[in-house]
């Protein structure tokens, strides 16, 4: 099981934003249906075995987290529009601290990234990490930032949890997945 | 100097497809657009060393070549519908079989795979190549197939070309862009 958790500082917590202007009045919400594409899609199948957390922390409601459970959700297609309008679908719904599953797969809560940290131990995905082909064991669970970097009271509140970096390149967040992803899968499959 | 160059077997070689429906109207264009994305960006920033050609082979007036120049590619945001945009901006300007340049950094001709191998040796990205960690030396252009597999047609031209794999899982045309990147820079910063 493999968890990547994805912070959208800007990221817009309710249904207002268009489809056709994600990175606009979705607050960068094309970061984050990016990363839901790289945290779940292989060539023609699904990685059953991975849940992706989007943490909206945008107006007009936040925080709220949004996860997509790789082993449930259906009609999610690889295109950036197909997650937003599951983000759309559910992001409007009455929702408390527990996750409420709206469509399937796709489960929406209150609460941000200390909540998450209370119940997972994420490891963080920044350029100042160990290298991850030269660490010894990877854990299951990544935290990443969208274009903006972590605030000091995020840094705050990650302590001193486990570093990674995935090569030399300050890259995307999606891409940092895919490129994780891909040592975990080699890892797994013991093409080291 | 980087080249990928990605076929859209079913991609529309006109304007007439919506950026709305980029999967369908456009002839999964979806894929070639995250293509673009994984080729040319970095975190904040451009990979002006890379050139990025997309090979249009739908309907109803193909095959055409789009190419992508990192070095002079502007109005480019990593979102789907942006490298959408740019595409149908030039796709029906009158083209013949030399490029032509319609927005900056974006250009386009008639002619397909053919044209493109006889101009650059280009190594093949599919599941069954060498591995590219395992590989001594990387070669500089990298040619990929969408979402369906390389036809009869097309693995003759590519004849005895090598092939390489980025590792144990079959995965989108865009994630392998980004994961055989990662191995590039990480030769090239000494990081391996």
Redesign the interface.
């Known amino acids: 099981m493999t968890a990547f958790a994805i912070l959208g500082h800007l990221a817009r917590t309710d249904g207002s934003f268009s489809i056709?202007d994600?990175?606009g009045s979705g607050g960068r919400m094309?970061?984050l249906c990016?990363c839901v594409?790289?945290s779940l899609?292989?060539?023609?199948?699904l990685r059953r075995d991975v849940d992706c957390y989007l943490v909206l922390l945008g107006p007009p409601s936040g925080p709220k987290t949004i996860k997509f459970s790789g082993s449930a959700v259906r009609s999610l297609?690889?295109?950036?529009?197909s997650a937003a309008a599951l983000i759309k679908k559910v992001i409007d719904v009455p929702c408390g601290s527990e996750f409420r599953e709206v469509a399937d797969g796709v489960s929406i809560r209150k609460r941000g990234l200390e909540r998450l940290l209370s119940e997972m131990p994420f490891a963080v995905l920044d350029e100042t990490g160990e290298?991850v082909r030269k660490a010894k064991d990877l854990p299951g669970a990544f935290l990443l930032s969208d274009?903006l970097n972590f605030t000091d009271a995020e840094n705050a509140l990650l302590g001193s949890n486990p570093r990674y970096s995935?090569?030399?390149?300050?890259?995307?967040a999606d891409?940092t997945i895919?490129?994780l992803?891909?040592e975990l899968?080699?890892r797994?499959?013991g093409?080291e």
């Open positions: 056709n994600l990175p094309d970061v990016r594409n790289a899609f292989l060539s023609h199948d297609s690889p295109d950036e529009r290298d274009h995935v090569g030399p390149k300050c890259l995307h891409h895919t490129v992803h891909n899968d080699r797994m499959s093409w």
